[in-house]
């Protein structure tokens, strides 16, 4: 069983692996443009365009936009794979969806106005056998997951042990120079600089480095003030000094956390290393714009000395060096040189800013299909009435919906670990099954589902099979019944659990053949399971055995009035996912008489007046299904 650490653990990994997937994109972007305005953008400008990649990566939560990349490419087929990678924990048939119904042995048939459905005296005992989810979860998954994080857990040793060593081993002594200790304390006065920073020489240094986070000290190699002049050792202090006051010690002890958690994707290793290479560049440019011109010849032949003189110093957390390797130095030096050329250069560093700002919101925001509804958190809208109000109690306590009699209301639910979206409709009636026109080919998304119907919401409806490897939710599972017609049947005379709606606009639940149907006046109707309230009983024991997950499912209570649920899940910092039995529990607190469970997982989706009204999990947008409940006008 899929347990709550367990859930928390694929939802963390599934949004690093989405944010690493924007992140590369947006570098390739980012590179692009800095390869374009490589003469034209100021080096301080060409530094700070890397703060738009370590903002993405560091945020939780990104913004939806319709102008997301996402929502201008074509993304379907591997939106799909991606989806049956994560969702499918055993092979998907309908043979298995019948042995799932089966295992909860749920043979009764609902009735959507009565108090009591006729429920056979199997039906609230469960088999003692109990689905393994995280067991079944596909093993590719499983190892990369696994893999992940072993490779987190040893670069992560790794990178403490390196730096406890250092700080451990480093041996220093104050430098008691009056000359160097006087040129120091001046430029801290002329950079405003207050903080105490001590001087120091080590054996243990190859390169003066400032080092530490909440102790910052600057470290000269041993006899260092034998090799350069003391204006020498002014440009390394300036150097250094500017580090400190731009906090670049605090980037780079991020950046070896942000590597560490992205460490399979050479974009991320390779775009911070581009990044301390312009954190060195930006820094000279500060540097020299803070002496003579006649001084800048000189800084530059200090970078020549100090790479001929000390190996380049090692990249740990909390350490900024002078040093670089031969090819950054000369980037430096071509930086130092054109020098002249930095004041023309505005426009286009204004340009190049612009330019990354909007191609890191269009990289990093989410397609405008799962953008957040018009409703604020916590509000309902009334369709008919047009206006809004204040939901009733929490989910977990019972609850007294307003009246709904002449519209639609949609309202927001949340439980210990899950967020989602009730719709309640008043008029069953109006409840119809939409079908993919391609049954066979390709599914449909569940907006274009709802437009094609002529609807104005819907929810995902039964689930699929995928006999060709696509993924593209073109089959049907069991049986599929549209307007009274039986339009797919992949089981033959097979008894499986059908979700349905009778001529009267009742919810039917229950094992029925193909020949039974017409016989039952079955009017829309899909195949799922399993049941979760039958007669006003819950008939799911425990927490129903399938983990935790984004849920869908369809109610109705005594009245009439038909429940949508869909509740979000693999986003931990907005909604974990939901159990069978938390999805229950939501159907009892609505006062539900008859609920079943529908496709999940990244199928989970509910749509009102053309736009997601949940927030999907999949960065690629709305998953094709091929059915979807809808209500009409």
Known sequence: MLTLPQANFLSFFNWVLITSAKASIFI????????VLRYKIRAGFQYMLWSALIIGLVLPWTPNSPISVYSYLDFSHLQQKVASIIDRTTPSSSANLANQQSALELTAVGDGNSQMAVVSSETLGLREEKSSTWISFPFVYRLMSYIWLLGVLI??????????RFSKNIRHALVTDQGLLSEFNKLKVHLKIKTEIPLLKSRQVNSPSLLGLSRPR?????????TFSLEQLNHIFLHELIHFKRKDVWINCLTPLLIICHWFNPLIWYAFYRMREDQEISCDAIATARIDAEQCSDYAYTLLKLAETYSIAPRLAGMASLCGSNSQIKKRLIMIKSREDHRSSA??????VVAIGVLAFTSFASPHAMAPPPLYEGEAFNESQGISKEPDQAIGLPKEIGDISSGVTVEDITGENFKGKVMLIKDPTRIKLAVTKDIGVMGERVSELVKARGAIAGINAGGFYDPNGKGNGAFPDGLTVQDGKLVDNNVGEKEVNIVGFDDQGKLVLGKMRANQLEARHIREAVTF???????GKSVILEDGGWGIAPRTGIGQRADGTV?????????????????????????????????VNLDGGSSSEMVFQ??????LPNVLGERYVPTAFVVTP
């Open 347 to 352: 426009k286009w560093s204004l340009l190049g």
């Open 563 to 595: 429940i949508f649920v869909v509740i979000d899940g693999r986003q931990p910092t907005w909604s974990i996912g939901a159990t069978l039995s938390d999805l229950a529990k939501v159907f009892e607190d609505y006062h539900a008489v008859n609920a």
């Open 529 to 535: 399971a399993p049941n979760l309230i039958l007669g």
């Open 610 to 615: 053309g736009k997601v009204q949940n927030k």
């Open 28 to 35: 390739i972007f980012l590179l692009g443009v800095k390869f």
């Open 155 to 164: 670069l992560t040793i790794l990178t403490v042990i390196v730096n406890k």
């Open 218 to 226: 600057l470290l000269l190699p041993i006899g260092i003030e034998q």
